[in-house]
């Protein structure tokens, strides 16, 4: 399955996921409808990367700030 296909069908899941359980929530405070809303999204957008080729969080830490840490060394 390419990228789009695995997308378009994590898109199908969340909706179906967020159709079957919106009706149960609906009594439920803000604060939970928000947790659920943030967490569906996140998941969404996680699809969207290969995140079996992606290096680790250590390597992002460290291309970030390599170039601050080049900077306070002047």
Known sequence: ???MGAFFA???IV?????LQWP???QNPK?????FI???ALGLVLSMFDL????GPVTW?????????KFLEL
Do not use: C, W, Y
Not at 15 to 19: G, K, N, P, Q, Y
């Open 1 to 3: 399955m390419n990228e």
């Open 61 to 69: 830490v460290t291309t970030i700030l390599r170039p601050l840490g």
């Open 10 to 12: 994590t898109l199908v």
């Open 38 to 40: 943030v967490l569906l």
């Open 15 to 19: 909706a179906t996921i967020f159709l």
């Open 31 to 35: 604060k939970d409808k928000v947790a």
């Open 52 to 55: 079996q080729r992606i290096s």
């Open 24 to 26: 149960k929530l609906k």
